[in-house]
C-alpha cells in the first residue's frame, strides 16, 4: 500500500485555497497516490503545524495580505523544516526572490492546472526512476583524478591551470584548458558565469547582478554582458529538475 502525501496550502483567499485543493487531490488520486492536504491562512498556524507534521510539500501564496510567502519560506527553512516548497502567485517578477529558499517549483495562479499537472506528474515519475549511478570526472596527467561530477562546486581559472572546488572543501589543480571543461560539462548543467568561474547550477542559491551566492555562501563575480543568459540558463536547470518556473520577461 503506498504512504500517504502529507500536503500543507496557504493563501489568504479562501476560494484559491479551495481550487488548489480540489485540483491537487484529484491529480494525485488519478495516479491512484493517497494525500492528505491541510489548508491554512494563517503563518504561524502552519509553522506550528510544521514542528508536528511532515508535509511533502508546502503551497504558499507569495501576497499573503500583510504577510509575505518568502519570508514565511525562510522562517520553515531556518526551522530545517525538509518539505518541499511550492511558491504560487501571480507576481511572476517575485521568481528570483524565491530562489533563495531553493524552491521546488513556481506556479502560477493564472495556469494553476498545466502548472501543477507538471510538477506532480514529474514528481511521481522521478519518484518511480531507478537512481542512476553518478557521472564521473576523469582528469587523466602527471596525477590522475577521478571525480564525482555532482561533486564539483566549481572550476576556477587561475592562468595555466585550472582549479576544482570540491564540496568536501577540497581544491584539486589541474592542468587542463577552461573551455575543454565547459564543452565536457555543459550538458551536465555547468554554467560559464564569468570567463573565471563554470559553476555547477546545483550549488547556486541567488544571482544577482554582478554576483552569484552559492549554497556555501561563498560569493564569485559575474559576468555582467551575460547576466540575462545565465539567469536563463538557471531557470531552464531548474525546470529540468522538476519545477515549474516562470521564464517569460527573464
Known amino acids: 500500500m503506498k504512504k500517504v502525501i502529507n500536503i500543507a496550502l496557504i493563501d489568504d483567499e479562501e476560494s484559491i485555497l479551495s481550487i488548489l485543493e480540489s ?4 491529480l494525485f488520486v488519478e495516479k491512484e497516490q493517497l494525500v492528505e492536504v491541510k489548508a491554512f491562512n494563517n503563518p504561524q498556524d502552519l509553522i506550528n503545524s510544521c514542528k508536528s507534521i511532515y508535509y511533502e510539500f508546502i503551497f504558499l501564496d507569495i ?11 525562510q522562517e520553515l527553512v531556518s526551522l530545517q523544516i525538509k518539505s518541499k516548497l511550492v511558491f504560487v502567485s501571480s507576481f511572476s517578477d517575485r521568481v528570483f526572490d524565491s530562489l533563495q529558499v531553493h524552491p521546488y ?7 494553476l492546472l498545466n502548472d501543477l499537472k507538471k510538477l506532480i506528474n514529474s514528481y511521481l515519475q522521478s519518484n518511480q526512476e531507478i537512481q542512476k549511478p553518478d557521472k564521473k570526472l576523469i582528469i587523466e596527467g602527471k596525477d590522475t583524478y577521478c571525480i564525482d561530477i555532482k561533486n564539483i562546486i566549481y572550476i576556477e581559472s587561475d592562468g595555466k591551470h585550472q582549479l576544482i572546488h570540491i564540496n568536501n572543501g577540497e581544491n584539486l589543480q589541474v592542468r587542463k584548458n577552461m573551455e575543454l571543461f565547459e564543452q565536457e560539462l555543459n550538458s551536465n548543467d555547468f554554467i560559464r558565469t564569468h570567463k573565471c568561474y563554470l559553476v555547477n547550477a546545483r550549488y547556486i542559491k541567488s544571482i544577482h547582478s554582478d554576483e552569484l ?17 545565465i539567469k536563463s540558463q538557471y531557470l531552464k536547470y531548474l525546470q529540468k529538475e522538476n519545477s515549474v518556473i516562470i521564464s517569460n520577461g527573464i
Open 105 to 111: 517549483g513556481f506556479v502560477r495562479k493564472d495556469n
Open 63 to 73: 501576497g499573503l495580505g500583510d504577510y509575505d510567502g518568502i519570508t514565511i519560506a
Open 213 to 229: 551566492i552559492l549554497v556555501n555562501n561563498e560569493k564569485l563575480i559575474l559576468s555582467k554582458r551575460k547576466v540575462q543568459e
Open 23 to 26: 485540483i491537487i487531490r484529484t
